[in-house]
């Protein structure tokens, strides 16, 4: 992780990363934080990843379909990464991950009363059912840290 880290650190001087309990870019400090302990393929992905959302500056986003522009398009500069520094991302992790953004959203669409998959209103807080008009709530979507594939709350994720 450190050489990964100093390797990326010479490219781009302005990054800051900071150890922490997981992987994520925080725009509110500008920070990537990084799992000093984590090793591996996964833990260097991870941190390629986090290092593309701050390259790209992503700030956070309203809609939930935004989300997964956000998340491509990290994978795609973490890609770019990757091949500078003589790296191998599997496409499969990457295609893993945007499918676990996909179903949290999905679970987000669907009407509680009646399952119907329906579109999120424009104060980006609620879904309304086109079926029956239920109206339900969720988080306001920004950037956040949780955990992914928690199976209770289809609110938060790790991006
Ligand atoms: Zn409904
Ligand atoms: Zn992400």
Redo the contacts with the bound molecule.
């Keep these: 992780m450190d050489k990964l880290i100093g390797e990326l650190q010479t490219r781009f001087p302005d990054l800051r990363f900071t150890a922490g309990r997981q992987f994520?870019?925080s725009p509110e400090t500008g920070e990537i934080f990084y799992k000093a302990e984590a090793r591996g393929r996964h833990a260097t992905w991870s941190l390629l990843?986090?290092t593309?959302?701050a390259l790209l500056e992503?700030r956070g986003y309203k809609a939930d379909f935004e989300l997964l522009r956000?998340?491509i398009d990290?994978?795609q500069r973490a890609r770019q990464l990757a091949e500078a520094l003589q790296i191998e991302i599997d496409e499969e992790h990457i295609q893993d991950?945007l499918d676990t953004y996909r179903d949290w959203l999905h679970k987000r669409s669907i009407c509680p009363n009646c399952t119907t998959k329906s579109l999120q209103q424009g104060d980006f807080v609620h879904y309304r059912c086109f079926n029956c008009h239920t109206t339900w709530r969720v988080t306001a979507s920004r950037f956040r840290r949780a955990y992914r594939r928690s199976q209770d709350v289809p609110q938060t994720l790790?991006?």
Aim: charged share 15%; proline share 0%.
């Design positions: 994520y870019w990843h986090e593309g959302h992503h956000l998340e990290a994978w991950c790790a991006i």
